[in-house]
């Protein structure tokens, strides 16, 4: 079976500098796989090139389309989302105004599965401020809001860059619920994190990066039976 997220041999650089070597990666429909590793290990940055947003030479295939030299609109219109960890929300517009600009394109040929009534369940604060302009959200509604605009672009896959970075234990509870519910509603995605915080919960795998690379790929349940590897590449364990 053809993976839905296909990576083979992936470089990517900022300049000069090379910062992925070589990255080999594969999630299938409906599969959650976590991406954790210290901070400069490569994971943003695969993220990144993913979408088209730094300089690559390799393979990236998504539902069987070659994703090289596509720009990023286009990578997001043939399925794939993507949270970046700096929570990119448009300042000057409001809640409603950021979440529309997110809405899918028909284009793909079927109803979407997520509308506004989802994005406003599970985001209660959304509703309540819906027609407040963004740059006044704290950053965890910032956070809320950016997850929402991605879940109503009706991904297949979602990249989502450190969920969790900086929230309260309330708010990170409920976009934990908000990973769980695109889960169960068969979207498949790679959650960043630095260790696993969020991801036991959600993924089935883990991958983890050092030095541009991936340096281990099994399942959650062999993650945690390998110490050598959360202390070599994470410092914990």
Not at 5 to 15: C, E, P, S, T, V
Not at 102 to 107: D, E, K, Q, T, Y
Not at 166 to 180: D, E, F, T
Request: aromatic share 6%; glycine share 10%; hydrophobic share 45%.
């Amino acid at each position: 079976m053809t993976a839905l997220l296909d990576i083979r041999q992936l470089n990517a650089w900022y300049g000069a500098s090379q910062a992925l070597h070589g990255v080999t990666l594969q999630i299938e429909a409906g599969e959650v796989v976590a991406l954790v590793g210290r901070n400069g290990s490569g994971r943003s940055t695969l993220a990144r090139a993913i979408m088209g947003l730094v300089r690559s030479e390799g393979e990236v295939r998504f539902a069987g389309h070659a994703l090289g030299g596509l720009r990023t609109f286009e990578i997001a219109r043939l399925g794939l989302g993507y949270v970046p960890e700096h929570r990119d929300v448009f300042p000057a517009l409001s809640v409603h105004e950021n979440l529309q600009l997110g809405v899918a394109p028909r284009a793909r040929g079927r109803i979407p599965r997520f509308d506004f009534d989802d994005a406003y369940e599970l985001f209660p604060v959304l509703r309540e401020r819906k027609r407040t302009r963004a740059a006044a959200l704290s950053g965890g509604e910032q956070q809320m809001l950016t997850l929402a605009r991605a879940l109503l672009g009706d991904p297949d896959l979602l990249v989502v860059d450190e969920p969790g970075e900086g929230l309260a234990s309330q708010v990170m509870g409920q976009v934990a619920q908000c990973l769980r519910m695109l889960r169960d509603r068969g979207v498949a995605m790679l959650l960043i994190e630095q260790r696993l915080v969020i991801a036991p919960d959600i993924a089935s795998r883990v991958a983890v990066m050092g030095h541009g690379e991936v340096v281990f790929d099994d399942t959650l349940a062999s993650f945690v039976t390998r110490p050598d590897v959360m202390q070599e590449w994470l410092g914990v364990g």
